[in-house]
Each structure stands twice: as structure tokens, then as C-alpha cells.
């Protein structure tokens, strides 16, 4: 002992002082004896123990012979009174790693699991694995004592007995754990919330377990419909299908459990936070999950560490289409800062590419444009990589992004150019089309670009299209045999490949060179090098007497046949295996020490073994009270309950008399409320007035006040929730508090006519500038309309409805409800033998940004009747269709109106001038080139305009050139410009179309729609 404490000098006083208040980081009750300073003698002792017991703890395995002399010091300072001390000198007997004194640990463990102290309970929790760790066969009774230490109703016990791999353990605890969780320490909080994702996933089935079956049948709903009796009788199988399909319902554990840990997404520490997240994407409903964005999103305010775990596990959740629409409505949020590190960006990056749809990609491609003008080489080849798989994922800006891809071939940086061929050589693979001038473009890069990876795909592209450019090709070779022994191994595989392909293509030109390339790749230092040259030569100079071999004849299909394009997703879609925010998640990698989670229970378990039976414990008084009873009727029987149960309580002396006494109480309290909701009816109170809740929620809330005695408080809450939506609904709105404007983070995006302030490169993605508000006002007016169609559209066949049949057409004509509107005139007709009563729209579905005015019902249609309606439609500028149902004699019809995007904009007018300044604002990506060839029938101007003004609504601009129409208009919900050139070409019957718009999606789909009717006679 003497020597130990000689070398207290080597030890921090201070440092090990504050060190011993806690194990594991946990923070310990201050002392009154040994706070109040060294004045006292007893102070100074309690103190100097203290620190012994700091400096035995760090050197008790180094000298752990010495350390036994001690032995009896720690028994006696184990009854102590001050709790510091009986801690601590636990905290050093399970130090030291010494067999010998196991029984004299285990006893010391047992005696301080039953300790007065919350503190000292803590610390035997945390000397349990110590001693399992040194000696394994006290498992059993070790078990014990977790047990007992689980029952604990002090949530600084509980966050430290957990034991997260013995769910037998767990049950009859585990609503007391989720009511307690609210209140125990941050990080034992985080190790519960693991424990119970676990349980949640072996105890309670899938709450999305319906999901795929259901989107499965909406999708084939209509695939069968062949005849009205066969409609009625899929209608029948669907319906006993569904009842037999149906969801079960939620174990009201798995309820409580979610009610529990929600509060906990407020938390102020992060790892709470993630590891309610993660709870929440495992075990919890689709539609419950999204409560989880806002809180994530709050966390991208704290460090640059946090950010990247937590932007990593929204890059996982967006990866999948079930999960990203949750994100969606915080897309600003992704946005990346220049103070970003390089990591940071590159998570952001990913996150927009896989929240990109068409409603967002013009907002998301000019911000694109703002990150390529960066000085990071790392970020502008992510985002040059983000605007190819927006390309290759979204139709509508496929040729927008590949022409502005085309367009960054100029730029001065080779990292950008180098990047860009290489996205461009993905989507010439998935693009049908001749592209002869982009292939043009790249091989006059060969001789500037030097970075491998550019090269080499420059080659690989001029191999593939060989055919169509028979001219440049054999050049390119050529220049590429001179520097063939310079160029990296990956080059020189691809200009293996060349040669051999125009061999195969054009051996007349080409034979001398390729044969001159492969006597180089035969003595190259690159032994895969020689090997491929060895491989390909014989296709190309067969050795004598093989010339008729069948892989040489077939050479042509085996190395010019068609290749699959290239699939790209998201780099985290393959991570849904790990658990969300685990270090396997994060690296992508399993781990050492991970384990999978569970999966969900086909058949869910017994959910009694939750049950916790309250103990009785035998009343001493019980006996003189019965005596009392006799004697005077003056004691009632719920005196006698009352003061029986108090006596209980007063009598026990240890920890699980005063638990087994509060759970008996609980009964009673549960019994009176059970009794007091069936005398008193329920009532609600509704804008002041009190109201009687119908006889269906009253049962509703017997059954939730007949839960267990752990979670009788939160049930009830759950119950009040549950039962009464309309009184929320009707409250008058409350003033949000500085909380609720701290986690509302919802940023509402800019107005229209707002510009962006992002710089330009060379036109590519330029945004257009904000023009003179007086000029335009002045210049531009509203037009008429110069064609009103009459081509309908069918919505509803009476093949599946059974007699009501709608079609719809775009009227052109403005809407009084709203100038943002589309007026679409519905045609109802009842074609069928039954009169049809309350037709009207139900209920809608409608995309965000989207909004539908619906026309007023119609009472009754007689057979043979036909009513003509007119409804309003926002589509926000988008092609999205507009999702509602129409009922009609109580049954309802899911449809889907799609718009047509030359109905979604309105003619007006402006001089020549104005259209000419408003055309050069708009170019780079908000530009858009049509090229069609006109039937002979089409191919003079006068047609040309009638064919644009049927497709779609414009008007027409005077224009200086006799070969060149121009048309402008405005979107109906933005009031953005749509400007349309057209430039007749009689030589050939050609006509080239050019789109300018803000909204790059509208100029691609007018210029589709516009060329199939130009082509159309």
C-alpha cells in the first residue's frame, strides 16, 4: 500500500479528483463531506482516499501483488457511509484482474446491487462485466443480478443495467423502460435505444409487411379489364383478397414504443437523435418515418463530423423511392456552401442527385452550374457526374444535359473536360441517335486533353461508332501509334481496341497501323498489354490454315455487337444491409464486431410475456383489521383497501417492496378511472362548446384503459389522441413558440421572378436575368388565342365503371377561379341501364405545387344523359398528372388527367425586338434544338404555323426573316416566357425548332410534342 500511494505524485490530483465522480462518463452526486474543502481533518482523509482509489484503479493490473494488500481496505471502505467512497472502492476491486479474490468481487457486487445509493447501484452495474470478463462461469448468478438491477425505477440504474443481448431479460421491463426513457442520462439513452430496436425486430411483425402487395395490385388493376363482368368479378376478388391481405394491426407495445422515443428526436445530443432516426428506419411504418427529416435536417447545422455521418445516412435513405420523398420539401437544405469541406460536398451532391425529379430539375441544374465554376477539382467532377445521372434518370433533360455536357468540352480546366468525356461516353451508350457531331467534338480533344481516363474514353467512343465517322477514326489511330509508347496502360487497351474494331470496319485504311500497334503492345512492359495484343492479333492476322475458323469468321458480331448502357444509381443503395448510422454503414464495410439486425417475425410473438404481475406482499395488520370489521361497521371497504395498500407500502424496506407496493396502487388508480369513465360519458370540447363523444370512442377508451400497469398513463394519452381528431382540427391555430420556429426548417423557394445569382460559363446552365418589371409590363400583353381544339381525351371507360364514361379536353379559354388554372371541360355520360346519383369529385391526390378546382355535383344522371363540366387544374408547370377519384352512386374511381404541355401555357404578345433580347438571355441549358423533317404535305410555312398553333397555345411575333416564325407565350402557373423560333430549310424539307424558357422541362417536352405533330399529316 505504501508503495502505491508513493507514487501518487505521478497522478493529476485535480485530474484524477474530477475523474472520480463516474465510470464510463457518466456524472456522480456530489459529496457533501468532501466538497466543503480541506479544512477539516475528515475532509482531508475523504479526499486523499479518493484519489488512492483513482491511482489503484489505473495501476492495479501493472502491480497486481501489491494491490492485493488492499484487499481489506476496500471491504471495509464498501460500507462507507459517504457514497463516494463505497463507489469508488468497488470501482477498484473489480480492477484488479486478480482470480483469487473472484468470490470476495461477487459478494461485494451482490451486496452494493441493493445499495441505498442510485450511484453506487450504477457502479455494481458497470463492475458486472469485470468480473464475467475474469471469470465467466459467475455468469448465471451474475444474470441475477442484471435482473434485479433492472427492475430499478432510477433511471441512473437502468441506463447502465441494459443488457441488450438478452431479450428474456427485457420483456417484463420493457414498458417501464420506454416510460423511463425520456428521463435517463443522453448516452445510456443511446444504448437503449439500440437494445430496443433489436427487441423491436424479433417481437413485433413488420408494419410494412403489406406495402409491396399493395403496389403490386394498384399497378395491375386495370391489366385484365376486358369486359364489364369480368371487372365485377376482379372487383369481388380484390375486395376478399384485401380482407384477407389486410395489415395487422399494431401491438400497442410496438405503439408505445414509437410514442416513447419521438420526444427524444428534440434531443440536444446527436447520437440520441441518430439513434432515434435509425430506430424509427427499421422498425417503424412508412408514413410514421417521416418524422425523422426534420430532426436529421437540424443536425446539418452542428460540426462538420456530425454532418457527415448524419448526411450519409440521408444518402442511404434517399437511394431508395420509398424513402426520398421525405426529403424532398428540405432540398435547399443540400444545397452546398463554399466553406464545405470536400467530403461534406460530395454527400450534399449525392443527396440532390437522388432527390432530382422532374418538378425540381431546373432549380437543381442551375445550382449545378454555380458548383462547376468552383476552384475544388473534386467537387466539380461529382457534379459533372450528379448532371449525367440526372441526365440518364430523367427523360425530359436527357438532351439538355448531355448538349451542356458537350458545351464544358471548351472549358480551360482539364479536370472539367476530362470528367465530362467520361460522363458523355455513358450517355452516348444508353442514348439512341446518330451523335456524329459530339463524336466529332471529341476527337479533336485527343491531341489537347492528357488525362488517361479522358483519353481513353475519347478512344473507347471512337471504337464503338467507328462506322459513323469512317473519315476521323483511322486518324485518330494514327495519332495515337505515335504516342502509343507513352500513353498509360489504360490508353493503350483502348487503342488496342480501336485498331482491332477498324480492322474489322475498314481494313483497307487501317490494316498497316494496326498491325504496326500490336508489334508495340507485344514487347510493351505491361504484361496484360501483351497478353491482349497476343488475344485480339489473331482476329485480325490470322496465323495460316486457321483463316476458316468459326470465332474468326464471327469476329464482327463478337467485338462490334451492341453493349448493354452502362446502370447508374446511387453508390448508397447497396448499404440497406447495415444498420443506419452504424461504422459499417458509414464505411460500407463490414465491421468487426457488427452484427445484422434481426429480421422481422413471420408470426409474432407472445406478447403476455410483457405482462408484469404486481407481487403481494402479506399485510402483518390484516388480522386486527378483520377484528375491527367485526366489532363496528364504521371503516368502509375502500378505507380498509386504502389503508391496507398504505400499510404495504410503509412496511417495506427494500427496493422491490416499495416497486411491488407502487404497482398495486397503479391498480387501484386504473380501477377508479375504469369506473369513472363508465358513469361520466365522454365529452370533448369543440370551439367552447362541450360536446358528447360518440358511443364507439367510449369503447375505444375503455379498451386503451385496460392496458398494462406500466404503461396505463401513456396509453391513455395515446387513447385521448386517437379518439378526438376533430377537436384538434377545430382548435383555434396557437402562436408557435421559439421551438417550434427553431425546428420548422422548411425554406419556401423563390419567387419565379426572382434571379438566381450564380455565375455563367460560357452559357452553360446560365440562368436568365430578372428584365425590366416597367419594360415588360408595357411591351408584353395577353393575346387571343388563335386555335381552340376539339380533340378529346377518354379519362373513365364504362367497361370498368359499368356505365359512366368521361372524356376530357383542354378548352383553352381562361378559368375565373384562377388565371394559374388549366381549363379542362369534362364529358360525363351515363352509359349504362342505372340512373347514377351524387356524381363529384372525391378525394385528391394531387403532387406538391399542384391544385385542383372541382366542379360542383351533379344530383342524378338518368341512362343515355350526358353533363358537361368544366374543372381547374394547377399542374405547376409540370407534367405530372393530376391523381383524384370520381364517385359516382357511391363508388369511387381513382383516374389520372395528364397534361399536355402545350395546353399549360398562354398566347401573348410582344415586338420582334423584345422577343430577339429576351431569346439571347436564355440560352446554355435553358435553350432547347428540335430537328424535324417535314412530309412533303407540311413543308411550307402556312402549314408549319397551323400545326404550332394546334399543338400548342401561342402567339405569333412578327419576324424580319422570311424563313424564320416566331411564337411566344407564357407558362399558366410561373408566368415564365416561352420562346419558340422556328427556321424553315426547303432543301431537304428541313425545320429546326429552338425552345428558350426558364423552366428547362417545358422547352424538351414542347419540342417532343411539336415534332410528332410536324411530322404527323
Not at 368502509?636 to 416497486?659: L, P, Q, V
Not at 428541313?990 to 422541362?1001: D, G, Q, S, W
Request: net charge neutral; proline share 5%; glycine share 6%.
Amino acid at each position: 500500500m505504501s508503495k502505491l500511494s508513493g507514487g501518487m505524485a505521478q497522478a493529476s490530483p485535480n485530474a484524477s479528483y474530477h475523474q472520480s465522480y463516474g465510470d464510463g462518463g457518466a456524472a456522480s452526486p456530489a459529496s457533501t463531506g468532501s466538497t466543503t474543502g480541506f479544512g477539516s481533518q475528515s475532509g482531508v482523509m475523504e479526499a486523499i482516499k479518493k484519489l488512492v482509489y483513482v491511482y489503484l484503479t489505473r495501476y492495479a493490473e501493472e502491480q497486481q501483488d501489491v494491490a492485493l494488500l488492499s484487499i481489506s481496505t476496500f471491504q471495509r471502505a464498501l460500507k462507507d457511509p459517504n457514497q463516494l467512497i463505497r463507489a469508488s472502492a468497488l470501482r477498484v476491486l473489480s480492477s484488479i484482474r486478480v482470480t483469487m479474490i473472484v468470490p470476495i468481487m461477487m459478494l461485494a457486487i451482490r451486496d452494493s446491487a441493493v445499495d441505498m445509493s442510485a450511484f453506487v447501484r450504477k457502479t455494481a452495474a458497470h463492475a458486472i462485466p469485470k468480473l464475467y470478463s475474469l471469470d465467466p462461469d459467475q455468469k448465471d448468478e451474475l444474470v441475477n443480478i442484471i435482473e434485479k438491477l433492472l427492475g430499478d425505477r432510477t433511471t441512473l440504474v437502468v441506463g447502465s443495467a441494459v443488457c441488450p443481448e438478452r431479450i428474456e431479460l427485457i420483456h417484463k421491463n420493457f414498458r417501464k423502460l420506454c416510460n423511463l426513457l425520456v428521463d435517463v442520462e443522453e448516452w445510456g439513452q443511446v444504448v437503449i435505444i439500440g437494445m430496443l430496436t433489436r427487441y423491436a425486430r424479433t417481437q413485433f411483425l413488420d408494419p410494412n409487411a403489406g406495402d409491396e402487395l399493395d403496389e403490386f395490385e394498384e399497378s395491375s388493376r386495370d391489366f385484365y379489364a376486358s369486359s364489364e363482368e369480368e371487372d365485377r368479378k376482379k372487383t369481388s376478388s380484390n375486395q376478399e383478397g384485401a380482407k384477407k391481405r389486410s395489415r395487422p394491426k399494431m401491438d400497442p407495445d410496438h405503439r408505445l414504443l414509437f410514442r416513447s422515443t419521438k420526444p427524444l428526436l428534440q434531443s440536444r445530443n446527436a447520437s440520441v437523435v441518430m439513434a432515434t432516426a435509425q430506430l424509427y428506419h427499421h422498425t417503424a411504418p412508412k408514413a410514421e418515418v417521416q418524422v425523422v427529416a426534420k430532426a436529421l435536417i437540424r443536425l446539418l447545422r452542428s460540426h462538420k463530423e456530425i454532418q457527415a455521418v448524419v448526411l450519409n445516412c440521408i444518402a442511404s435513405m434517399t437511394s431508395t423511392k420509398t424513402r426520398n420523398n421525405m426529403f424532398e420539401p428540405h432540398l435547399r437544405n443540400f444545397f452546398v456552401r463554399s466553406s464545405d469541406p470536400t467530403h461534406i460536398k460530395i454527400l450534399k451532391l449525392e443527396i440532390i442527385t437522388n432527390l432530382a425529379n422532374a418538378g425540381n430539375i431546373g432549380i437543381i441544374l442551375r445550382e449545378f452550374q454555380s458548383y462547376i465554376t468552383s476552384q475544388d477539382k473534386f467537387c466539380i467532377a461529382a457534379t459533372i457526374q450528379a448532371i449525367g445521372r440526372c441526365a440518364s434518370t430523367i427523360d425530359e433533360v436527357t438532351d439538355t444535359c448531355l448538349n451542356g455536357l458537350v458545351h464544358l468540352l471548351s472549358n480551360r480546366d482539364q479536370a472539367v473536360v476530362a470528367e465530362s468525356v467520361v460522363v458523355i461516353k455513358k450517355l452516348l451508350q444508353s442514348q439512341t441517335g446518330d451523335h456524329k457531331e459530339i463524336i466529332t467534338h471529341m476527337a479533336k480533344l485527343v491531341d489537347s486533353i492528357q488525362v488517361p481516363a479522358a483519353r481513353a474514353a475519347i478512344v473507347w467512343v471512337l471504337g464503338e461508332y467507328c462506322e459513323r465517322v469512317p473519315k476521323i477514326a483511322p486518324d485518330v489511330l494514327r495519332k495515337m501509334a505515335k504516342s502509343f509508347v507513352n500513353e498509360t496502360p489504360e490508353v493503350k487497351t483502348q487503342t488496342l481496341n480501336l485498331a482491332l474494331k477498324l480492322c474489322l470496319t475498314n481494313p483497307g485504311q487501317t490494316k498497316l497501323i494496326a498491325q504496326y500497334v500490336f508489334n508495340l503492345a507485344r514487347y510493351d512492359q505491361n504484361y496484360d498489354i501483351r497478353d491482349r495484343a497476343r488475344f485480339m492479333r489473331v482476329f485480325v492476322f490470322p496465323p495460316p490454315g486457321h483463316e476458316t475458323n468459326k470465332l474468326l469468321l464471327n469476329a464482327k458480331n463478337i467485338f462490334l455487337a451492341t453493349k448493354p448502357p452502362p446502370v447508374t444509381e446511387s453508390k448508397f443503395k447497396d448499404r440497406e444491409v447495415y444498420q443506419l448510422g452504424s461504422l459499417s454503414h458509414f464505411l460500407n464495410i463490414r465491421a468487426n464486431g457488427y452484427q445484422d439486425l434481426p429480421s422481422f417475425p413471420d408470426v409474432a410473438p407472445d406478447s403476455s410475456l410483457r405482462n408484469v404481475e404486481p407481487i403481494k406482499v402479506p399485510n402483518p395488520w390484516e388480522k386486527s383489521l378483520d377484528k375491527l370489521k367485526k366489532k363496528s361497521t364504521f371503516y368502509s371497504e375502500s378505507d380498509g383497501e386504502s389503508g391496507t395498500s398504505d400499510s404495504s407500502s410503509s412496511s417495506s424496506g427494500n427496493n422491490s417492496s416499495e416497486s411491488s407496493s407502487s404497482e398495486d396502487e397503479s391498480d387501484h388508480g386504473d380501477a377508479s378511472t375504469r369506473t369513472l369513465k363508465q358513469a361520466i360519458p365522454a365529452t370533448t370540447i369543440v370551439n367552447g362548446e362541450s360536446k358528447k363523444a360518440p358511443k364507439k370512442d367510449e369503447e375505444e377508451m375503455e379498451s386503451s384503459s385496460e392496458s398494462s400497469d406500466e404503461s396505463s398513463s401513456s396509453e391513455s394519452s395515446s387513447s385521448e389522441d386517437e379518439t378526438y381528431p376533430s377537436a384538434r382540427g377545430n382548435r383555434p391555430a396557437v402562436a408557435q413558440s421559439n421551438l417550434d420556429l427553431l425546428l420548422d426548417l422548411s425554406e419556401a423557394p423563390p419567387a419565379s421572378g426572382t434571379p438566381m445569382l450564380t455565375p455563367s460559363i460560357g452559357g452553360f446552365l446560365s440562368p436568365s436575368n430578372a428584365p425590366n418589371a416597367k419594360t415588360l409590363s408595357e411591351s408584353i400583353s395577353e393575346a387571343e388565342v388563335n386555335f381552340y381544339p376539339t380533340k378529346s381525351h377518354q379519362l373513365l371507360s364504362k367497361m370498368s365503371t359499368g356505365g359512366l364514361q368521361v372524356s376530357y379536353r383542354f378548352t383553352r379559354s381562361s378559368l375565373l377561379y384562377s388565371s394559374c388554372m388549366c381549363n379542362v371541360e369534362l364529358t360525363l355520360s351515363n352509359l349504362g341501364d342505372a340512373e347514377l346519383i351524387d356524381v363529384k369529385i372525391g378525394a385528391k391526390q394531387m403532387a406538391p405545387g399542384m391544385s385542383l378546382k372541382e366542379f360542383p355535383g351533379i344530383a342524378s344522371m338518368d341512362p343515355g344523359q350526358t353533363a358537361v363540366v368544366n374543372v381547374g387544374i394547377d399542374f405547376n408547370d409540370t407534367t405530372q398528372g393530376a391523381k383524384f377519384s370520381l364517385v359516382a352512386s357511391g363508388r369511387c374511381f381513382q383516374v389520372t388527367l395528364n397534361p399536355i404541355m402545350g395546353e399549360l401555357v398562354k398566347p401573348v404578345s410582344m415586338p420582334e425586338g423584345l422577343f430577339n433580347l429576351e431569346q439571347g438571355k436564355l440560352k446554355g441549358m435553358n435553350e432547347t434544338e428540335t430537328k424535324v423533317t417535314l412530309p412533303e404535305a407540311n413543308a411550307n410555312l402556312e402549314t408549319i404555323k397551323k400545326k404550332i398553333f394546334e399543338g400548342v397555345n401561342v402567339a405569333q411575333v412578327p419576324s424580319s426573316e422570311d424563313d424564320t416564325l416566331k411564337f411566344v407565350a407564357k407558362t399558366l402557373s410561373a408566368q415564365v416566357l416561352v420562346l419558340i423560333r422556328a427556321k424553315f430549310n426547303p432543301e431537304g424539307n428541313h425545320l429546326r425548332l429552338n425552345f428558350n424558357c426558364e423552366k428547362i422541362v417545358v422547352g424538351s417536352m414542347l419540342g417532343k410534342e411539336l415534332k410528332v405533330a410536324l411530322e404527323s399529316t
